[in-house]
């Protein structure tokens, strides 16, 4: 079973990242036949909530100090509530495959936040990485703002995608330790929980009005799909693959979303797939790649520590 450990985990991250791909299309398929952003958002957290709970009931019970149940507050804002509202906002604006091609940012902000916050050096290779991520989003921004076609994308959305990505970046940086000292599941039920108090008394009347008779069997299901898989299912996944794989590897996989979410948001017609959206995916990319293959200060110090 050990020697399956890093299969597993690769699977499980791969498919984590393809329901997040496809979670891009479906939901925005959603948001355009029935469903608004934010009652995509509540039903999220809330179900979320109710799922992470539901399985608590037959995992072992994990005490969780109240110093750190307030702490987890603070990572609910950041790790759910402003991450979800942006994202899920902004994808119900933008085109899915503008929105999925933001996702891929991610790591070149929790770069520059490693940075600022923990005190991580910043190497050459980290650095042209950050400047080729930011071309690519450039890129993608000015072919929002210059389009006529919401297919094409829309740069308000763009731009609350890219503050998700920020948000989970902050979340990352100020909350691993944390969230690394409990489950996925115990994480998850009081994250999920916390984030259902803040945006439920925002949406509620919003998500009541609702004329639910009227919403077709197709939208429920890819709002089904969105809960379960694109939530639940996706972050249960991930956590199991970043606790047997290296960081590097894990972030690899941001690769999988956009081809996705691209592949399939073409074939349904929801989105286009411009040449200059080619190019912010190629730019992006890179970024990623450069800002991961660069060295920490785990690494430099090792290496010093070698020549001595």
Not at 48 to 75: C, N, Q, Y
Not at 87 to 112: K, R
Not at 115 to 136: D, M, Q
């Amino acid at each position: 079973m050990t020697n399956n450990r890093p299969l597993i985990a690769h699977l499980c991250l791969f498919f984590a990242c393809a329901f997040w791909g496809l979670m891009a299309p479906l939901g925005k398929d959603a948001m355009t036949h029935g469903f608004t952003g934010l009652d995509m958002v509540t039903f999220r957290v809330a179900g979320g909530a109710v799922l992470f709970w539901l399985t608590s009931l037959f995992m072992p019970k994990e005490h969780v100090p109240k110093r750190d149940l307030l702490m987890l507050i603070g990572a609910a804002v950041f790790g759910l509530v402003t991450n979800q509202c942006c994202y899920t906002i902004g994808l119900s604006i933008t085109s899915p495959v503008n929105a999925s091609i933001v996702t891929t940012s991610m790591p070149i902000f929790a770069m520059i936040l490693a940075f600022l916050i923990l005190k991580e050096p910043i190497t050459l290779k980290k650095a042209g990485g950050v400047a080729l991520g930011c071309a690519g989003a450039v890129t993608l921004i000015v072919t929002s703002a210059a389009a006529t076609n919401a297919k094409v994308g829309d740069i308000r959305g763009d731009l609350l995608c890219l503050g998700a990505q920020l948000s989970f970046a902050l979340y990352l940086s100020l909350f691993s330790p944390l969230i690394r000292r409990y489950s996925v599941i115990t994480v998850n039920k009081w994250m999920f929980t916390y984030a259902t108090v803040m945006i439920l008394p925002f949406t509620f009347g919003h998500v009541s009005a609702i004329d639910y008779a009227s919403i077709p069997v197709s939208t429920w299901l890819e709002t089904g799909f969105v809960v379960v898989f694109g939530t639940y299912v996706s972050y249960i996944l991930m956590m199991i693959g970043q606790h047997t794989l290296r960081p590097t590897v894990v972030s690899i996989y941001n690769y999988v979303q956009p081809l996705v979410s691209v592949t399939v948001s073409v074939l349904t017609g929801i989105g286009v797939f411009k040449p200059a959206q080619g190019v912010a995916v190629v730019l992006v990319c890179m970024g990623v790649w450069l800002v991961t293959k660069s060295k920490s200060r785990r690494d430099i110090e090792a290496a010093q520590g070698g020549e001595r």
